[in-house]
């Protein structure tokens, strides 16, 4: 049996990763998949690929893509999650700030550098018209973090995923002023270029296995209950989550690198593009 590292976030959208594992779909292979859920999301995750504390990522595109041309010796193997991510901006109930051009000037909480929350802490500037290069960070590592500073008034406003902020709306503790989507498929699946040479076939069968298992996995009976019940989340919130979201079997395009890259080049986030072969492989 041939072990494999795969590190995540622990939210709604990774359910089929686990759901696969519990029913020993990897196993059936001859794998064991081990998971590490990762708080931290992105910037942790592009740490833990260029440690080899893991051999796959299922990670933020615009992260992952910035790593990369930064020297991660990774390679995006599919786009796992098609449709966007719906970031939340967010600030405490109680603030001054009622809209999202309240905010320009203000200090963003992100979770570390090179996160997915600072990258969009940028495209959302851009779409605002503010100077991104004014931009103020606090690194807040964790969503508890950026409750505690928020709180505390250390940061300003906080983007993460609306639906998984949404408990924190719901009780009070946060106030959505706006959304910031992302122009590109949110999630993308990454591995290592060690693995990826050494192991072509098993990353083959993870990835057919994870396909079959995202094809179906919106018809899988109760499924919104299931996940408003591990994830904290109120029924009919998942419900429009799921009319959302859109998982992929498909490779990373060409055209789409050239947007992500173009997008981030133009905000300075990085200074120079990759070519699609460094940064995509299809396996």
């Given at each position: 049996?041939?072990?494999?590292?795969?590190?995540?976030v622990?939210?709604?959208?990774?359910?089929?990763?686990h759901?696969?594992?519990?029913?020993?779909e990897?196993?059936?292979?001859n794998?064991?998949?081990?998971?590490?859920?990762?708080p931290?999301?992105?910037?942790?995750?592009?740490?833990?690929?260029?440690?080899?504390?893991?051999d796959i990522?299922?990670?933020?595109?615009?992260?992952i893509?910035?790593d990369?041309?930064a020297g991660n010796?990774?390679?995006?193997?599919?786009?796992y999650?098609?449709?966007?991510?719906?970031?939340g901006?967010?600030?405490?109930?109680?603030?001054?700030?009622?809209?999202?051009?309240?905010?320009?000037?203000?200090k963003?909480a992100i979770?570390?550098?090179?996160?997915?929350?600072?990258?969009?802490a940028f495209?959302?500037?851009?779409n605002?018209?503010?100077k991104t290069?004014?931009?103020?960070?606090?690194?807040?590592?964790?969503i508890?973090g950026?409750v505690?500073?928020?709180?505390?008034?250390?940061?300003d406003?906080?983007?993460?995923e609306?639906?998984?902020t949404?408990?924190l709306?719901?009780?009070?503790?946060?106030?959505?002023?706006g959304?910031?989507p992302?122009?590109?498929p949110?999630f993308?699946?990454?591995v290592?270029?060690t693995?990826?040479?050494?192991?072509?076939?098993?990353?083959?069968?993870?990835l057919?296995?994870?396909?079959?298992r995202?094809?179906?996995f919106?018809?899988?009976?109760n499924?919104?209950?299931t996940?408003?019940?591990?994830?904290?989340?109120?029924t009919?919130?998942?419900?429009?989550?799921?009319?959302?979201?859109?998982w992929?079997?498909?490779?990373?395009?060409?055209?789409?690198l050239?947007?992500?890259?173009?997008?981030?080049?133009?905000?300075k986030?990085?200074?120079k593009k990759g070519?699609?072969?460094?940064?995509?492989?299809?396996?």
């Amino acid at each position: 049996m041939k072990t494999i590292k795969i590190a995540g976030v622990p939210e709604h959208f990774n359910l089929p990763w686990h759901l696969s594992i519990e029913n020993k779909e990897f196993e059936a292979q001859n794998i064991d998949l081990n998971w590490t859920d990762v708080p931290e999301g992105t910037g942790k995750m592009c740490q833990m690929l260029r440690s080899g504390q893991t051999d796959i990522a299922v990670i933020l595109t615009e992260g992952i893509v910035k790593d990369i041309a930064a020297g991660n010796q990774s390679k995006i193997v599919q786009v796992y999650v098609e449709s966007p991510l719906i970031w939340g901006i967010h600030v405490t109930a109680n603030s001054k700030y009622k809209t999202v051009s309240d905010l320009e000037n203000t200090k963003v909480a992100i979770s570390r550098l090179g996160s997915g929350s600072q990258l969009m802490a940028f495209v959302n500037a851009d779409n605002q018209g503010w100077k991104t290069d004014d931009l103020q960070f606090e690194i807040i590592n964790t969503i508890d973090g950026a409750v505690e500073a928020l709180t505390n008034g250390t940061a300003d406003y906080f983007m993460w995923e609306r639906f998984m902020t949404k408990p924190l709306v719901d009780k009070g503790i946060f106030r959505r002023i706006g959304d910031c989507p992302t122009p590109w498929p949110c999630f993308v699946i990454a591995v290592r270029d060690t693995v990826l040479e050494q192991n072509p076939e098993i990353i083959k069968t993870v990835l057919e296995v994870i396909n079959k298992r995202t094809e179906t996995f919106k018809d899988i009976l109760n499924i919104d209950k299931t996940l408003a019940t591990k994830f904290n989340q109120k029924t009919e919130d998942i419900q429009q989550w799921l009319s959302l979201t859109e998982w992929s079997q498909k490779p990373f395009a060409k055209e789409m690198l050239n947007k992500v890259q173009n997008q981030l080049f133009q905000l300075k986030i990085i200074d120079k593009k990759g070519t699609f072969d460094e940064i995509v492989k299809t396996v």
